[in-house]
């Protein structure tokens, strides 16, 4: 990576919010029996869906 690369690019911190959220038991535990980082994979699973689904003029 050269300095234009350098010079072009933006640092984005995503900030972390604890909340509580009530999910069916069976999916939670079917998340947490895939291991360690169930709740980043929750999150992850959720960005995608909020990417596929809004508006092309949001989050410009």
Do not use: C, S
Request: no cysteine; net charge positive; glycine share 8%.
């Amino acid at each position: 990576m050269g300095e234009d690369f350098f010079r072009r690019a933006e640092l984005r911190v995503l900030v972390k919010q604890a909340l509580t959220i009530r999910l069916d038991a069976d999916v939670l535990e079917w998340f947490k029996g895939q291991g360690a980082g169930y709740q980043a994979r929750i999150n992850q699973l959720l960005r995608q869906h909020m990417q596929a689904h809004r508006n092309p003029t949001e989050g410009e």
